[in-house]
Structure formats: C-alpha cells, structure tokens
C-alpha cells in the first residue's frame, strides 16, 4: 500500500528554528575568511552637489589603511546598475553609477571605498579622506521637483523621468454622465522595509582559478550575478553568489545596490577577502525607500453606489536614481487603484519624479498599500455624500465570482497586463464582517466612552504574486536514500526550507525528516529568480512538483534495473520499491545519486484577496489611537503551512499599522536625512498594538498553477492605512476629521481635531 | 588590553582595544555569533545578553567593562536541546528571519527568571525593548507566556 503523506496543510514546526533558537544561524556577518580586508565607505554628506576633488593622500598614511578606491579606479567608465524590473530604454539615463559620477545626488551616493585591517581603522579614515564638493540646490518636493530650474541629470533637462499610464473603459465619458463625483489629494510618506539584519557582502576573488565568490546574496541571487560579472567582465560561470541565512527583506534587500559592486570589484582589485557590514544609520540613506505618493484623484459613482470610473494623476519621488525595482511601487498605483472592485472605466497616471533623496524601491505590497488607502478613503466619503451604508457599498462592488477571471486595468509603457484569477470575494468579505461582529461592535461609532472616541472600518485588497517567469529545482536522491531539494526560490526568512521540505514529502512520499532543502547558491541549479512578489511557494513549489514526477520515472528505471522488468512493473510505496512480491528499499537502489531538474513556467499572477475591519478608539486630547480589535480575513488558494502564514499575515498587519502611525523618513529643505536611527525613525514594538488577530481560508484555488496555491505574505499589510485612516474618520465624524495623509502621527491626528472643533464652534 | 571574564561557564581571555564593544569582543574574539547586530545604537535589542543575569546591550557595553564579569549569550541557554523558552519560541511560531531571535530569547529568559508569574502587561513592556519586523509580536507573547510554567518549577526548586 502506498504512503501518502499530508505535510502540506499541516503547522509543521519550523526546521530553520533549530538553528536560529540557538544562535547558530549563520548570516553574512557571521562569515569570515582568511586575511580579509574590511571595506568602509564613504558618503555624500551633501544632497546635491559637484564633486571637485577627493584626495585620498593622509587616508592612505594611516597605518593599516591597504587601498582607498575612488571612481577612477573602476576605469575610465563607472559601472552603472541597470533595471531588473521594466527595463525600459527611456529610464537609463537614470541609472545609479556605483560610486558617485563627478556628482552626487543624495545623502549617502557612495564616493570612495577604504579597505583596512580592522573595521576601526577604515573608519578612522574616512575622517583623513578630504572631499570638496560644490553643493548646488536641493530638491526634496514634488513643488521643487516640478518647477525649479535645476534638476539632477542636466542632459534629461527634466526631474521628470516617464509617467505610466493605466486605461480602461473611456473614463471621462464616464465622468460626463455620471451622478456623483468627488476629487481628493492624498499623501503617503516615504517610509521603508528596515528588516532587523543589516546588509552585508563578503567577496573573495581566486585569482589562480578566476573565480569570485560572493556571501550575503538574497533575493536575486542569479539576476545579481549576471549584472556582477557583466560589470567585472567575467564570465557568469565564473562568479559564485551565496545565500547564507537571511535577516528579513520585505521587498528592499537583495536588489543590486552599488555595494553588490564595490566590494567584490574591492576584492578583485585587493587580491584578497573582504567584507562590509552596513551600520543602521548607513543602511537609513542607502537602502531602498520606498511608498512617497502624491496622488490627485478621482472617482465617479451611480446614485445607486455603482462604481463607474477612476481617474487622476500621481507623483513618485523616486529619490535620485531609479533602482532595480524602482518602476513598480508607482506602476502599481496607477494599475491597481481599482483594487478588488468592478471600475470599467479608468484613467489614471503616475509621474515618476528625481529628487535629492535616497532612491526608492518596492516594500512589500509596493503600490498597493498606498492605493488601498487612497480607494478605501474615497469609498467611505462617497459613503457619506451619497447616504448609502459604507459595508453595503462595497458589497454592491465587489468582483464576483462570476466575473472572473476580471482584467485590471492595462498599462503603459511596459505591458503588464493581469487579470483577478479567482476567488469569492463576497464570502470572505461577509465573513470578515461576521467575525469581527460587526453588526454589533457598529453600534460603537463614533461615541465617546471614557475620554475616547470609538470607531470602526472596514477594507477590502488584493495581493498579487508569483510573477514568472520560471523557476528551476533539481532533487537529488542520494545513495543511502535521503534526498536534496536544490532550489532557485529564495529565502528572506518566510519559512522556505520547511514549506519546500513539506511539498517535497507530499510529492515523493519520502519522510519529511530525510528531505534537505538547499537554496540560494548560483551553483545550485541553472537558473533561478528567487523571492520576490510573494513567488516563493508558488513558483519553486510548483517546480518541485514536476521534478517530484521526474525523480519517480529515474527510480522506477534504477528499480527495473535491479528486478530485471519493464519500468512500468514498478511500484513505489514510500521508501520502497515493489515488483511482483518483491521489494527493495530506495536505499542502496542506485551506485549513483538519481538526479533530476524540472523547470516551472508561468506567466499569471495570482491574485490572493481580502478583507480586514477594525475597532479603535482615539485620545483627542493627545491624537493616540488605540487598536481595540482588528480583523484581517484572507483567502490564499491553498494553505502549505498554516502556521507560517498566518505568523506571516500577523507580522504584516504589524508593519502597515507601523506605516499608518510611525514610520517617516524624513528631509530637511537641504536634503539632510533627519531619521537616522531607531531613536527617531519609530517602529511598531511588543506595547502597541496586541490585539491582532487573522484568518487564512482555502475557498478558492489557483487556476495556474498545479499547487492552487496564490502568492501571501503582503496581504495583511495592504488595506492597514486605508482602514486606520476611515476608522480615525469615524471614531472623529462629529469634528469631521478627513485624513488624507500618511502617517497618522499623535500631532496630525491631535491637530485635525483641534482644527475640527475650531470649524465646529465658528 | 587583556581581559578575563567567564563565557558560558567558562573562564576566557582576550585581547581587545579600549573601543571595542561587548557585541564585537564576543562575536569576534570569542567566536558567539549568536549575538547580533541590528542597530549598535542599543534601541533593537539584538545583541542582549545576560551579565551577571541582567538582561545588558552588548553594543553599549565595553568589553573592557566586562573584565571579571558573568555573560551569558544565547549558545550559553541551551546545549544539544533547546530549552523550553526555545521550544515555546518554536511551537508558537514566535520567529521568522531569526535574526532579532537570540535577544528576545535572552531578554524573556533573564526576565522569566526573576518573575516566572510576570503577567502579559508586564511580559510586553519588558520585550518592548526589542525590536521584531517579522512576527508582529503576537506569537512572541504567547510563546513567553507559554514557557513561564518552566520557570516557576525552577524557581520552587531553588
């Protein structure tokens, strides 16, 4: 009889946490090698400006002190990093070099790398590095970016680098003869992933086998490697990218950053090992920020609350250069405005805008946390004008399940064309309301109980994932009959190793304690596109489902071998072979390891989806607000591992309310990052917001993908600002508070009251 | 400058310059890289550990000022097992990235030692000091909670 395992669905305890319980992870800075070198760099301390001269002379007196690499060491032309993602032409003049061009743009625009013995003395001599820079006028605004005569690339002319435009229906025939409409501006700030592991590289180049090996890759490791030895003129094979553990990413670790250069070219040019840690500060100015949206937008409704049209421009800052991934957070804000609801009509554009700010990227749910908190707003505030109840409102407009697959909007000028794969939305939304009782909890609104205003909210999303293209996972089973999964999805910390094991026990009906799962290494598999867009599970378990097939074909050929029958005589039962009577352990079946890759290909997003409510109450005298309940309802297709998603759904609703309250990196008028550290850029801690609490549903499987299972892990943060923001609106509708900013700090929400009750006596 | 203090039981030395930090002596002198960094300016709580059994920010401590003294990193809490704060951690789910793990797991153990009946208001204030981006705490909690019956045994036997 055959073993048929059932990991998958089941909260199987981690195996990664064996090692990180104990300290015994192994992340980059934990790696060292023999006679490395410690790399520091140094920084723009100006937003903008020329660079006149960097002498290196008394840093290089310094005892200790082995090089100091400045722009003309990397050759007459400075490796520039291109576009992994929308690799349109029209954005190249915006590519960042990986030291600073004879300009900078930013605060923390790399200039020089020191490599010494200690990291003490490398940075001891960054004070000895002397650095003339002409500064010229900073630009930290929409206002500045759209109207000052100076701008960041002079040959552009313009801080205005290309607008995406997202169409569907004829949205102003629409407007024109629709009943109602309303126009609003909102803003987000600009606020970042900020996972807890800084960044870091350790590279090490073999001149004798020309080979550079690299530690600290995540995310991309194979698109990384590419770029690197295109940069370094090496070839692919010659250059090893690895994974070690991996302290979080949520979206910015893991893009090629101008350090991913440097300090493997430092290593080549050295002739010996070296590392680079990021201190926070550092990693505050350097690394992806990300959301930074202003958006002018509007919305046309029936009188009878259909949803008819959206239309409206937003602006970007996407800081100073565009980054790898730097198109999707505002592509996604004109594409996906229309969220989980039916628009057949829609007219939106976002303009990407260079200022003298640290350059932007994708945090998780990029563009779609700012939407959902700009459509939710819009949503409640037609509510109101047009008298219909908010929850009924959106039921009314809900996609239905009849309706799918349904097309978002189409998008230019890089076709990224998707439609909603699936699902019931109105189950899960009626489910949310159900458990979240609020037909009850409703009666609350707006009144004031003990120095509190009460309110509720309620918000429905989408999150998309496992964009393609493919990805690769080779099995090996070994001679004694263990096996190795080899993988080319990654791990930023979600889980993988025990999800892939899982997947893996269900495919082959091996023991999940036999099954190893190695990922991350370029020299793993041939190809790999690793974690991002919530692709993980979807892709690389969808990879190991075909290969699962293809290592039953090798064993049932290995087992024919040794019983002297067809192949197709063969059974497998777990870890046995069968053919009349006669059985033979997996172990010892073969001289040699049966090896097997199998390639998945997609090119469908899924389309996870649903709804959150919450129940706060706000402090007017001092703007707290207080979560007394809150509610996130999703359904996922498929479920692997319920308790990694669901640690994941809470770890996500944790980061948005982190967005919606404290989270702000913020500039002075010159440019100056005043957030550089955790002492003034505030993160949610244990104290503030405990009662979160999450269901994950399997209603509706996949359609593309044999797993069924739809990319998680951004969803509970997507709708967070949007509700938070209507649930301030409620809890305060008797002053007519309408925020219409991110984040809702204690002083804006203090200061809309004030003025509130101003209006109210005038 | 030679210093000398007891590691996980047992007595070590080593050199270190006047400016070197716990945090650095004890991952890179002494091999414990169970401590980590995350923002060396002692708001994230990655790099506790216990001296003298007080919860203590290697970042923001000499190594100097260690000289003579008790740590305790986060390989010093359990050998080939984990501990049942460990196995809690891991039961509940109370981990992602990992990373910020090693302080929280120290930080609950120093605290669950002097008050095993420390209730959820008391156990969130005291863990508000470090800083998790993954778990939203939620799952932190109920692991602490979960593991208090383990201290309670502990401290009625002693």
């Known amino acids: 009889m055959s ?21 015994r992870g192994i992340y980059v800075a934990d790696v060292n090698r023999p006679g490395q070198l410690y790399a520091v760099i140094l920084r723009s301390s100006v937003a903008h400006g020329n660079i006149r001269s960097v002498d290196i002379s008394r840093a290089m007196q310094l005892p200790g002190v082995r090089h100091v690499l400045v722009g003309a060491d990397l050759g007459n032309a400075v490796p520039r990093i291109p576009l992994r993602l929308q690799p349109l032409p029209q954005l190249e003049p915006f590519h960042q070099p ?28 960054l004070d000895l590095i002397d650095l003339d820079i002409e500064t010229l006028p900073a630009i930290t605004s929409r206002e500045q970016a759209e109207a000052m005569p100076a701008v ?41 992933a900020m996972f807890m592991e800084p960044r870091g590289f350790v590279a090490e180049w073999n001149a004798d086998a020309g080979k550079l090996t690299v530690w600290g890759a995540a995310k991309t490791a194979w698109y990384n490697r590419r770029v690197l030895a295109t940069a370094l003129g090496l070839d692919v094979d010659a250059v090893d990218l690895i994974e070690v553990d991996v302290g979080g990413g949520f979206g910015s670790r893991g893009e090629f950053y101008p350090e991913d250069y440097l300090i493997p070219a430092a290593a080549k040019f050295a002739g010996r090992p070296v590392k680079w840690t990021e201190d926070r500060r550092e990693h505050m100015m350097t690394a992806n920020h990300a959301r930074d949206i202003e958006c002018d937008v509007e919305i046309a409704l029936s009188k009878d609350g259909r949803f008819l049209a959206l239309r409206g421009q937003a602006w970007a800052d996407i800081g100073a250069y565009i980054r790898t991934n730097g198109s999707v957070g505002p592509r996604n804000v004109a594409q996906y ?20 700010k640290t350059p932007s990227g994708t945090y998780r749910g990029p563009g779609r946390y700012e939407t959902d908190f700009i459509r939710e707003r819009m949503i409640d505030l037609a509510a109101k004008d047009l008298r219909i109840d908010r929850v009924e409102l959106r039921r009314r407009n809900l996609v239905a399940d009849a309706q799918m697959p349904y097309p978002l909007a189409s998008i230019t000028p890089y076709d990224s064309s998707t439609e909603l794969d699936s699902g019931d939305y109105h189950a899960v939304f009626d489910l949310c309301m159900k458990e ?72 082959t009906e091996l023991p999940f304690e036999k099954i190893t799962v190695r990922h991350g290494s370029t020299s793993d598999v041939k190809n790999g596109y690793g974690a991002y867009h919530s692709r993980s599970t979807v892709m690389g378990g969808s990879a190991i489902l075909l290969a699962a097939e293809k290592l039953k074909d090798s064993v049932r050929a290995a087992a024919a071998l040794r019983f002297g029958c067809a192949v197709g005589d063969v059974t497998i039962d777990g870890e046995q072979v069968a053919h009349g009577g006669k059985t033979l352990p997996l172990a010892g079946l073969s001289d040699i390891p049966l090896e097997v890759e199998a390639t998945f290909f997609n090119k469908k997003y899924t389309w996870a989806y649903g709804t959150q409510a919450a129940h706060i109450a706000v402090d007017p ?83 593309n993908n044999p797993l069924g299972v739809k990319g998680a892990g951004e969803g509970g943060l997507i709708p967070v600002g949007g509700i938070m923001a209507n649930a301030i609106a409620d809890a305060l509708s008797h002053l007519n508070v309408q925020p219409m900013e991110l984040p809702l700090s204690p002083a804006r929400i203090w200061q809309m009251a004030e003025d509130g009750a101003i209006q109210a006596v005038a | 400058m030679q210093i000398e203090f007891e590691l996980n039981g047992a007595t070590v030395g080593t050199s270190v310059e006047a400016r070197t930090s716990l945090a650095d002596c004890l991952r890179d002198n002494l091999g414990k890289t169970g401590t980590h960094l995350g923002c060396e300016h002692g708001v994230c709580g990655a790099c506790t550990v216990l001296v003298n059994g ?49 302080g929280f797991i120290t930080t609950a153990h120093a605290l669950l030692t002097a008050e095993p009946d420390a209730d959820e208001e008391r156990i969130r204030d005291v863990l508000s000091g470090n800083l998790c981006r993954c778990t939203g705490y939620v799952p932190i909690i109920e692991a602490v909670l979960d593991a208090r019956k383990f201290y309670a045994v502990q401290k009625e036997k002693a």
């Open chain 1, 436 to 507: 979240f009782d609020w037909a009850e909890k409703s009666k609350l609104s707006g009144r004031l109980i003990d120095g509190y205003y009460h309110g509720l909210a309620v918000g429905s999303f989408i999150e998309g994932g496992a964009a393609g293209p493919s990805e690769d996972a080779r099995l090996v089973l070994e001679i004694d009959g263990a096996l190795t999964v080899y993988l080319g999805s990654s791990s930023v910390g979600q889980g993988l190793e025990t999800i892939m094991a899982q997947i893996t026990a269900d495919a």
């Open chain 1, 152 to 192: 960041l690339f002079e040959d552009h002319g313009s801080n205005a680098a290309i607008t995406w435009k997202a169409f569907k229906g004829d949205a102003d025939a629409a407007f024109a003869s629709a009943d109602y409409t309303r126009r609003e501006t909102f803003k987000i700030q600009r606020h970042a």
């Open chain 2, 54 to 102: 007080e919860a203590v920010r290697a970042c923001l401590m000499l190594a100097v000022q260690a000289n003579g003294d008790k740590v305790v990193t986060v390989e010093g809490l359990s050998s080939d097992n984990l501990s049942p704060l460990q196995a809690s951690f891991r039961k509940h789910h109370a981990l992602q990235c990992g990373f910020c793990t090693p």
């Open chain 1, 621 to 703: 005298g001092t703007g707290h607000v207080k979560v007394i309940d809150y509610l996130s309802v999703e359904d996922v297709g498929r479920i692997i591992n319920p308790s990694t998603l669901h640690g994941q759904a809470i770890g996500s609703i944790v980061q948005g309310l982190g967005g919606a309250f404290l989270e702000h990196l913020v500039y002075d008028e010159n440019g100056q990052l005043l957030t550089g550290s955790f002492a003034d850029y505030l993160m949610p801690t244990a104290l503030d917001f405990p009662n979160i609490r999450s269901i994950t549903l399997e209603l509706k499987p996949c359609p």
């Open chain 1, 98 to 125: 990986v030291l600073a061009d004879g300009k900078v743009r930013y605060v923390g625009e790399p200039i020089a790398v020191v490599l010494a013995d200690t990291p003490g003395i490398a940075e001891d001599a």
């Open chain 1, 337 to 356: 405005m229309s969220g989980p609801y039916t628009f057949e009509h829609i007219d939106l554009k976002t303009t990407m805008l260079t200022t003298n």
């Open chain 1, 3 to 23: 073993v048929r395992n059932s990991y998958i669905g089941q909260p199987i305890e981690r195996t990664e946490d064996l090692r990180f319980l104990r300290g």
